[in-house]
């Protein structure tokens, strides 16, 4: 199967006045379609960077990043999905209105559409929060708007950066059990970026574990849990124990190396 | 007997009978100061030829107004002022756009901007005036001269101090300058604005008179001007006054609409 998605060699420093920071160095893997990529690593490892080259915000110094047999420009921007870390809802619009920045920046307001953003907004539960100013809602729900103001774009391939890390315990299990399941559903292809290992080995069908300063990729494990299972279910597998266990060491002598 | 007050109705009404306080106080220091003044006139302390006095500038409001036509004098003070206001806003909107839009350009003007902006904007005024006459369109263009260079300085920093991640989310959402512009930019910036305009709105009548000062033929400014240059101080300190109450009415007109979009948010 041709792979969707093909990183080759990328390699990315930031430059300032004062000096170079190299935040990626060689980087190659492969995506195909449908499938579930997450990505794990220490703090400034270059997770964000990574989901930025690919969303094609800044170029690699090196390397290719290849999508559906093309290089990434701008106009395949408007294909993905990128859930940035924060949620950087704006102040002067409602929750709504925030959630259809998207769709109005693309041009693809409508009834439809719309009405697929309120479906949204109910299955996330923030109906009664519609009209209200971000300021208002907590961390957590925040959260929930700046991932369906992603989703009801119907991106092709999704990027997620920590998109749970603002929930408490509970909801986090909740929300990405949904949407791991969604996900599976829709057949789309998502990078998960966490730091959570549990939920990267639940969610993701590899998980791609990067070294720090600059960022290289530690190995990708390929994770075989029953795809049938939900996010939650797996983490109940006698293989999870294994998973997790085998990504932890690779954890433990990264942090030993540095 | 009293019903019991809740610790919120207390704190309500504590900080109410705060305000009231503060209004009384307000007032009776203009109170006050109005009945020194007349006394003081009254008494022979202070010649009134010279510091008038309250009753005096009011009977000389009333027949300015019949002799004079004071209000079209003011009118035309206040149209200056609002036209220069207007006209401010408009080019410093449009100039920091294209100063936002062009990162070179606006390195390379930014010491000019810094210059014209420290210059005493009065010293402009007699050159404008031999250079354009003296019209109301030189009058204008001596308002806003004093208020544009600023502005346009606040009004650049507030958009280069923008989140750059709210940018970049624009662009993850497939949106182009246009889109940072109209979407982050602008919108994003509008309390910067309106705390710009209260500065502006002071700044565009103080132009205004000192353009009437010089070249006016109308306009509280050539009223102050005539009226010392013929010893009618009633006249000038009127006008003065006159010209305290339109500074404070359009300053307020700015805040309320600061607050209206405030509590909007
Ligand atoms: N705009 C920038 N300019 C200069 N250096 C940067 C910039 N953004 C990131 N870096 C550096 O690049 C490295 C990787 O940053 P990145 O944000 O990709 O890390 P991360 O893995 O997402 O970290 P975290 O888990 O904390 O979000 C870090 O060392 C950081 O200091
Ligand atoms: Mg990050």
Known sequence: ??????????????????????????????????????????????????????????????????????????????????????????EWRTIRRNILLGLEIQKKLSRETGAYADKLLETYGLSAFAQKRPSELSGGMRQRAALIRTLVLKPELLLLDE?????????????????????????????????????????????????KHPGKIKTIVPISLDKNLSPLEKRNCDEFKTYFNLIWKEFESNEAET | MKPKL??????????????????????????????????????????????????????????????????????????????????????????????????RISKTLEPYLVVLNSLPKSALAPLLIVWLGGNYKTIIITGMSVAIFGSILSLYTAFTETDSEKIKLVKTLGGGRKDILLRVMLPGNIPSLLSIMKVNIGLCLVGVIIGEFIAAKVGLGYLIIYGSQVFKLDWVIMSILVLCIIAMGLYQCIN???????KKI
Not at chain 2, 41 to 56: E, K, T
Not at chain 2, 84 to 94: A, I
Request: glycine content about 6%; hydrophobic content about 40%; some cysteine.
């Open chain 1, 163 to 211: 998109p749970f890390s603002a929930l408490d315990y509970q909801t986090r299990l909740k929300v990405s059990d949904d949407i791991g399941t969604i996900i599976r559903q829709e057949k789309k292809t998502a990078i998960l970026v966490t730091h959570d290992l549990s939920e990267a080995i639940s969610m993701g069908d590899k998980v791609l574990v990067l070294s």
């Open chain 1, 1 to 90: 199967m041709e792979p969707i998605l093909e990183c080759k060699n990328i390699n990315y420093s930031y430059h300032s006045m004062t000096g170079e920071t190299p935040a990626l160095s060689d980087i190659n893997f492969k995506l195909n379609k449908g499938e579930f990529l997450s990505v794990v690593g220490p703090s400034g490892c270059g997770k964000s960077t990574l989901l930025s080259l690919i969303c094609g915000l800044i170029a690699p110094e090196s390397g290719e990043i290849i999508y559906e047999g093309t290089n990434i420009t701008e106009s395949s921007r408007q294909r993905f999905g990128y859930m940035l870390q924060k949620d950087h809802l704006f």
């Open chain 2, 6 to 103: 809740s610790a919120q109705e207390l704190y309500i009404h504590r900080q109410k009978k705060r305000t009231v306080q503060i209004h009384i106080a307000r007032s009776l220091i203009l109170l006050l100061f109005l009945v020194l003044w007349e006394a003081a006139a009254d008494l022979g302390i202070i010649d009134s030829f010279i510091f008038s006095s309250p009753s005096r500038v009011v009977r000389c409001f009333y027949d300015m107004l019949r002799t004079e036509r004071l209000l079209f004098h003011i009118g035309i003070t206040l149209f200056e002022t609002l036209a220069s206001f207007t006209l401010v806003l408009l080019f410093t909107l449009f100039i920091t756009t294209c100063l936002w839009l062009n990162d």
């Open chain 2, 256 to 262: 309320q609409a600061e607050k209206r979009y405030l």
